[in-house]
């Protein structure tokens, strides 16, 4: 079998705001092509360690490799850089609502590339179809359903062909077909264009659904204490916190 390559490599990252530490002792790997699962309950720190990761919190002690860069050690054009080849869909999907889905999804290219407007269109209609939404370029967000809005965000998060997209609890808010048809979706575009993914979640249904890794965040421990496949984790873990999570979810 071939070993996987880290994409991103976390070294002994320790979260806090100001005295108060969050997590400590980090480390794993977010291989190429995972579909990462940050996962733990409230209060945890994973929507914290996201924010390390795509540059907006640095973090107290501790490195995060893109490859071979040490990210928070380089410079502000390199992170810069690095950055620009990330996507990331917010929890709400973060859409302008004075903004068409086209005018949203347009925005990303109009800000960092040179493509005329012709191509521009021609990139958000490609964009838009490939979460499901071809035809609804001229709607507004308040004129769709939420699942909608979050696939739409996942499409602006998409704009720039990135390496890697981050998913800050996509399926907050929607109901359970909702949720599966974008956990659906999250899959297809794993599968269809190989991009590494990092899911931010506490939802046992979607974790089992896509999760090829994952990373669990003790909150009472203040540290790791399982990384790897969540189903093997549950199949295999001994320790009682990670148990119950893995099978109650958020009444863990």
């Known amino acids: 079998m071939t070993e996987k390559e ?17 997590m400590q002792d980090l480390t794993f790997n977010i ?17 914290t360690l996201m924010n390390i990761l795509i540059g907006l919190k640095v973090p107290t002690k501790g490195k995060v490799l893109y490859g071979e860069v040490d990210f928070w050690g ?11 080849r990330s996507g990331v869909m917010y929890q709400s999907g973060a859409l302008w609502s004075s903004m068409t889905l086209a005018e949203n999804v347009s925005l990303p290219l109009e800000t960092y590339t040179d493509l005329t ?3 521009i269109r021609k990139v958000v209609g490609l964009k838009l179809a490939l979460v499901g939404l071809a035809g609804f ?3 507004y967000p308040a004129e769709i359903s939420g699942g909608m809005q979050k696939r739409a965000g996942i499409a602006r998060a998409m704009a720039l062909d990135p390496e ?31 991009t590494t993914m990092v899911v931010v979640t506490h939802e046992l249904a979607s974790i089992f659904a896509i999760g090829s890794n994952s990373v669990f965040l003790d909150a009472s421990k203040r540290t790791m204490t399982a990384t790897g496949n969540p189903k093997k ?17 958020e009444k863990s």
């Open 6 to 22: 880290p994409h991103i490599s976390i070294r002994n990252l320790t979260m806090a705001y100001g005295d108060f530490v969050v």
């Open 31 to 47: 291989n190429r092509a995972d579909i990462f699962i940050i996962m733990g309950g409230s209060g945890c720190g994973k929507s």
């Open 74 to 84: 380089a410079d502000p054009q390199t992170r810069e850089r690095i950055i620009r």
């Open 117 to 119: 407007a012709t191509q």
């Open 137 to 139: 370029e001229e709607f």
């Open 164 to 194: 890697i997209l981050f998913f800050d609890e996509p399926s907050a808010g929607l109901d359970p077909v909702s949720a599966r048809r974008l956990d659906d979706l999250i899959l297809e575009l794993n599968d269809s264009l190989g």
């Open 233 to 249: 984790l549950l199949a295999e873990t001994q320790d009682l916190t990670l148990r119950l999570f893995l099978t109650r979810g």
